[in-house]
Nanobody
């Protein structure tokens, strides 16, 4: 499956962005999905993840109540709605997919088989 992430850009602190992760080649409806980010000089970290089957959702503490992960199976797309953005949210954001079903969301990079190319989010203060 090929993943295409989009929606990044420059936004002021407090603003919003919606990232999209569109898939080609396979339906994402039976994949666990995750959004990760990597800031300069830092390791890639999970932001949000949605499990398959069941749809249980995980958010890292720093984005709880601000970010929302969702999927639209009809559009074969997974979204990350980001509100109340902060300068520390600045990073390249990646979407990832795993065909392995599990009830708990996958939160480690090595649990995912497919990755999008990344989209840059810059939040100015």
């Amino acid at each position: 499956v090929q993943l295409q992430a989009s929606g990044g850009g420059l936004v002021q602190s407090g603003g919003s962005l919606r990232l999209s992760c569109a898939a080609r080649g396979r339906s994402l409806s039976t994949y666990a999905m995750g959004w990760f980010r990597q800031a300069p000089g830092k390791e890639r970290e999970v932001v949000a993840a949605i499990a398959w089957p069941g749809g249980r959702i995980y958010y890292t503490d720093s984005v709880k109540d601000r970010f929302t992960i969702s999927r639209d199976n009809a559009k074969n797309t997974v979204y990350l709605q980001m509100n109340s953005l902060k300068p520390e949210d600045t990073a390249v954001y990646y979407c990832a997919a795993s065909p392995r079903g599990r009830l708990l969301p996958a939160t480690r990079t090595n649990e995912y088989d497919y990755w999008g190319q990344g989209t840059l989010v810059t939040v100015s203060s």
